[in-house]
């Protein structure tokens, strides 16, 4: 198991780092550009221009990583439950797949609203239902949730895929949002992928322990020429797969309550955004924050983007480690 992990993570992380490296002046040749908003950071329009949809480089080495480990792992009879990790797999790759038609919609349209709200999170939607359908009809899900702390399964029948569709597509929705200055998302999302690699092997389970390698490997190889200052965006074709991915994780382990914690920015962010539009629309010009989502808010308190990644990363690791305390360790 260690050294399936291993291998995923030094090989995602070089073939992502190196398809980056080809991707940057492939993108730069074809203007695939970042628009900036103008109601955003002053700061941010030098930033317009920089290639984005970066995230084909991390979803292509993952494809490559992914179909020869598992070929490995069937062939060795290493790995059982493999439609299980297919399954959510390709979800994380739908999800790509829907940043791929934003991004270009972007493109096409030279601004920075590809799909409308509606039409992305339609597609978001019929996304987690179908995976939610594959992984019941496969036998990889059942209603049952697990709570944490107080260490029961609660049954909840049909509302359990009421729950599931709403933190799904927020989850999803929440990772893109996060995506908003230079490393941040990859590197609140190695966090995130180092806990449940962690989960991984405290629980012992294989699939889950591939999917955080390949996650750890693809943003650990972006940051190369993701972090500060930027040479490369992951786009909402890298975002949206990533939230994909961190949702596939916590479904894996079959404790999707566990993402409350271990998201716990993506949460912030997106609520950062609800409050700012509802305080706003409550007192007809109002703002809550200096700006929305929350991590512009603390750079126009005067915080660098690095130090924005540095302390939104901590706070990741310290709900991770408030997170062990919520994973269903079986006995031995």
Same mark, same amino acid.
């Given at each position: 198991m260690l050294i399936y992990f291993l291998f995923t993570v030094v090989i995602t992380f070089a073939l992502t780092a190196l398809f980056s490296r080809i991707l940057i002046p492939k993108l730069k040749s074809l203007k695939v550009g970042q628009k900036i908003l103008d109601i955003g950071p002053r700061w941010h329009k030098?930033?317009?221009?920089?290639?984005?949809?970066g995230g084909i480089a991390f979803i292509?080495?993952?494809? *490559?990583?992914f179909a020869l480990v598992i070929a490995v792992a069937l062939i060795r009879g290493d790995l059982e439950n493999w439609v299980k990790i297919v399954i959510c797999f390709a979800f994380a790759l739908v999800n790509g797949i829907i940043g791929i *038609?934003?991004?270009?919609a972007k493109i096409f349209k030279k601004q920075n609203q590809g799909l409308t709200a509606p039409q992305k999170?339609?597609?978001?939607?019929?996304?987690?239902?179908?995976?939610l359908f594959f992984m019941t009809i496969s036998g990889s899900l059942t209603t049952e949730l697990y709570i944490p702390l107080i260490n029961v399964r609660w049954d909840l029948g049909w509302f359990y895929y009421v729950f599931s569709l709403i933190l799904i597509t927020g989850i999803v929705n929440?990772?893109?949002?996060t995506d908003g200055i230079d490393g941040l998302a990859s590197s609140v999302t190695f966090v995130a992928g180092g806990f449940f690699a962690?989960?991984?092997?405290?629980?012992? *389970?294989?699939?889950?322990? *591939?999917?955080?390698?390949?996650?750890?490997?693809?943003?650990?190889?972006?940051?190369v020429y993701n972090f500060y200052p930027a040479k490369i965006?992951?786009?909402?074709?890298?975002?949206?797969?990533?939230?994909?991915m961190v949702v596939a994780m916590a479904y894996l382990l079959d404790n999707p309550?566990?993402?409350?914690?271990?998201g716990i920015i993506y949460i912030m962010e997106s609520f950062s955004v609800i409050l700012q539009v509802g305080y706003f629309k409550l007192t007809h010009g109002k703002r809550l924050f200096k700006m929305s989502p929350i991590h512009h808010h603390f750079e126009k308190c005067g915080w660098s983007e690095i130090k924005v990644v540095f302390v939104f990363s901590l706070i990741t690791l310290v709900f991770c480690v408030l997170a062990w305390f919520c994973l269903e360790i079986p006995k031995v």
């Amino acid at each position: 198991m260690l050294i399936y992990f291993l291998f995923t993570v030094v090989i995602t992380f070089a073939l992502t780092a190196l398809f980056s490296r080809i991707l940057i002046p492939k993108l730069k040749s074809l203007k695939v550009g970042q628009k900036i908003l103008d109601i955003g950071p002053r700061w941010h329009k030098n930033k317009e221009g920089t290639p984005t949809m970066g995230g084909i480089a991390f979803i292509a080495a993952n494809i *490559i990583v992914f179909a020869l480990v598992i070929a490995v792992a069937l062939i060795r009879g290493d790995l059982e439950n493999w439609v299980k990790i297919v399954i959510c797999f390709a979800f994380a790759l739908v999800n790509g797949i829907i940043g791929i *038609i934003d991004d270009r919609a972007k493109i096409f349209k030279k601004q920075n609203q590809g799909l409308t709200a509606p039409q992305k999170y339609l597609l978001q939607l019929v996304s987690a239902g179908l995976f939610l359908f594959f992984m019941t009809i496969s036998g990889s899900l059942t209603t049952e949730l697990y709570i944490p702390l107080i260490n029961v399964r609660w049954d909840l029948g049909w509302f359990y895929y009421v729950f599931s569709l709403i933190l799904i597509t927020g989850i999803v929705n929440s990772v893109n949002l996060t995506d908003g200055i230079d490393g941040l998302a990859s590197s609140v999302t190695f966090v995130a992928g180092g806990f449940f690699a962690v989960a991984a092997f405290a629980t012992e *389970i294989f699939e889950l322990s *591939i999917v955080s390698g390949l996650v750890i490997g693809a943003v650990l190889g972006f940051l190369v020429y993701n972090f500060y200052p930027a040479k490369i965006f992951m786009g909402d074709t890298g975002s949206l797969y990533l939230g994909g991915m961190v949702v596939a994780m916590a479904y894996l382990l079959d404790n999707p309550v566990i993402l409350f914690p271990v998201g716990i920015i993506y949460i912030m962010e997106s609520f950062s955004v609800i409050l700012q539009v509802g305080y706003f629309k409550l007192t007809h010009g109002k703002r809550l924050f200096k700006m929305s989502p929350i991590h512009h808010h603390f750079e126009k308190c005067g915080w660098s983007e690095i130090k924005v990644v540095f302390v939104f990363s901590l706070i990741t690791l310290v709900f991770c480690v408030l997170a062990w305390f919520c994973l269903e360790i079986p006995k031995v």
